[in-house]
């Protein structure tokens, strides 16, 4: 005996085994619905393929941070920190945070 059922998006098969008594799990696949416009696919998203591939992230170089402690050199300049010590981002500063959550906290 076979029975589909629909569990969120995803349709999948369960087989009744009457000489085992048992139940598994039979083959999973996306539900596709029917759309006005034909080149929309609709379904669930199993790879980038699906959307067309990753997007081309533009980005720029990261900053110059000599201690590798995730604070940029120009910034630990600027708050008066040793940019060749890494332990500095540890520090406690007056409002109860590490010196790395105030950097994080500052890029916009």
């Known amino acids: 005996m076979r029975k ?5 998006l995803i349709l999948f098969t369960v087989i009744f085994n009457s000489s085992t008594q048992q139940f598994y799990e039979g083959e999973s696949y996306k539900r596709q619905h029917e759309v006005s416009d034909a080149k929309v696919v609709c ?23 000599t201690d590798h402690d995730g604070m940029p050199d120009k910034w ?8 060749l010590n890494p332990d500095d981002r540890n520090k406690v500063s007056s409002d109860g945070y590490t ?6 906290n500052s890029i916009r």
Do not use: C, R
Not at 58 to 63: L, T
């Open 76 to 83: 630990e300049d600027k708050n008066n920190m040793d940019k």
């Open 43 to 65: 379904g669930i998203i199993d790879t980038q393929h699906d959307v067309g591939g990753w997007p081309q992230l533009k980005s720029m170089p990261a900053p110059k941070d």
């Open 99 to 104: 010196m790395l959550e105030v950097y994080l």
């Open 4 to 8: 589909t059922i629909l569990t969120g």
